[in-house]
């Protein structure tokens, strides 16, 4: 079966610190991948999604960016986090019949 | 701004009771999801519901679609209080570039007291 692995699951990182949050898939190939970010109490917004190694888009400039080393490998980056990248961070991949989330990451820049 | 907009923002119902929850998308979709979410998790996902379907049920979930009114709702049957949770609806836009890409709204949140 299909699974999605996310971590670390909280982080609590000072302004202008680095940041690298994974995310692997498991039973699946070449899959879609997506990073999502959460705003306390709001929906989801879409940071960048993936449909092959090396491919990587962006739905909105930021401060951060993404890469995919590995078909089933999606990490999120920072070379120096900003107090406004708080937030709570999901990974997802689609199968077609709709998303597999994460647990997500709980950051807070501090 | 946001493709999908739940209606009501929040929701308190006791043990039993209905809980009807809607979701309004302002372009043409390939499909429409919900979403569950417990607090402090990830997303789980409920039901998709395709753009030529008008209704879908699981188990205590009905969803129905009106894409000439660009709507979605979303009922749960004689709800529990593990129900408590957010509920999201997510559209899937049609588009050469949407690549599959969801949009979410703000969500539900429902509260299911006993």
């Known amino acids: 079966s299909q699974t999605i692995h996310q971590w670390p699951a909280t982080l609590v990182q000072p302004v202008g610190s680095p940041l690298s949050l994974e995310c692997t898939v498991e039973g699946t190939s070449n899959p879609n991948l997506y990073w999502y970010r959460q705003a306390a109490g709001r929906g989801l917004q879409l940071l960048f999604y993936?449909?092959?190694?090396?491919?990587i888009s962006s739905e909105v400039p930021q401060n951060l960016s993404a890469s995919r080393p590995q078909d089933r490998q999606f990490i999120l980056s920072s070379k120096k986090l900003l107090l406004s990248d708080s937030g709570f961070y999901l990974c997802a991949w689609s199968s077609g019949e709709g998303y597999t989330f994460g647990s997500g990451t709980r950051l807070t820049v501090v | 701004s946001q493709q999908g907009e739940e209606d009501p923002q929040a929701l308190s119902i006791q043990e039993g009771e209905n809980a009807t929850m809607n979701c309004s998308y302002k372009t043409s979709i390939n499909n429409l999801q919900w979403y569950r979410q417990n607090s402090g998790r990830g997303l789980v996902h409920l039901i998709l519901?395709?753009?030529?379907?008008r209704e879908k049920h699981s188990g205590r979930l009905r969803v129905t679609l009106d894409t000439s009114k660009k709507s979605s709702s979303l009922l749960i049957t004689a709800s529990r209080a593990a129900d408590t949770a957010s509920y999201f609806c997510?559209?899937?836009?049609?588009?050469?570039?949407?690549?599959?890409?969801?949009?979410f709204g703000a969500g539900t949140q429902v509260v299911v007291t006993p």
């Open positions: 993936s449909v092959g190694i090396g491919q």
């Open positions: 997510a559209t899937d836009k049609i588009g050469t570039d949407s690549w599959g890409k969801l949009q």
């Open positions: 519901i395709r753009s030529n379907e």
